[in-house]
């Protein structure tokens, strides 16, 4: 079966950095997204990867390994209102998105 | 922002009811669809549709119809409500291609079945 792996809950302080880690078992790949959802909000995009490496936007940057099946997303200089979600998402052979349940980042002064 | 609205946005309602829920876009994006989100569980997709009259099953398809006749609309129909599918329902659409577009979301449509 497909799968994708990302830790339930994490807690970091105001101005640290954190990783937030997803591992895949896909039938195929086309690509590895990222998105953030606020507490009853709608998800929204943050990072797409389809080629190893990493991918930097502001204070957030994606890292793809497709031999690992292993991505991470890496946020900096922490804010309160990076409070959130973190979904990771993986687009397989058949361009249908595999969503992981999710980590709940909390951030703490 | 995609100009994405469901409706309603909150719904109770009891076993065996039917329930719509519908969204609507001003984009004329052709890719749409609906997923469910419930704690423990990554976002599961119920349907999608490539254009008008276009739809097909995704995972958890059963106890759900959609329906798309127009680009704008696309309805999500539970025929006889259970309280399996109490649930928080998100409709999207795809900008770009298929294989590289991101979704943008609507705001979501909470439903309680009793």
């Known amino acids: 079966g497909q799968n994708i792996d990302q830790p339930t809950e994490m807690t970091a302080t105001e101005g640290a950095i954190v990783q937030i880690n997803c591992t895949y078992q896909t039938s195929g790949f086309n690509g590895l997204f990222w998105y953030q959802q606020h507490a009853g909000e709608a998800p929204t995009f943050l990072s797409y990867?389809?080629l190893d490496g990493l991918e930097e936007k502001g204070r957030f940057s994606s890292f793809l390994s497709r031999s690992k099946g292993y991505s991470y997303l890496l946020l900096k200089e922490l804010q309160m209102k990076d409070s959130a979600s973190y979904l990771c998402a993986v687009l397989d052979s058949n361009y249908q998105l595999i969503w992981g349940a999710g980590t709940k980042l909390i951030i703490k002064p | 922002d995609a100009g994405i609205t469901q409706s309603p946005r909150h719904k109770v309602t009891e076993t065996g009811t039917p329930v719509t829920l519908r969204c609507h876009q001003t984009e004329n994006h052709r890719y749409m669809y609906w997923y469910r989100q419930d704690p423990g569980h990554g976002l599961r997709l119920i349907h999608y549709?490539?254009?008008?009259?276009?739809?097909d099953k995704g995972e958890v398809s059963d106890g759900y119809s959609v329906s798309r006749s127009k680009t704008e609309d696309f309805l999500l129909t539970l025929e006889s409500a259970t309280s399996s599918q109490t649930s928080v329902y998100f409709c999207?659409?795809?900008?770009?291609?298929?294989?590289?577009?991101?979704?943008?979301f609507g705001e979501g449509s909470r439903l309680t079945v009793l």
């Open positions: 999207a659409v795809q900008a770009g291609t298929a294989d590289t577009g991101e979704l943008f």
């Open positions: 990867n389809v």
């Open positions: 549709s490539y254009g008008v009259k276009d739809t």
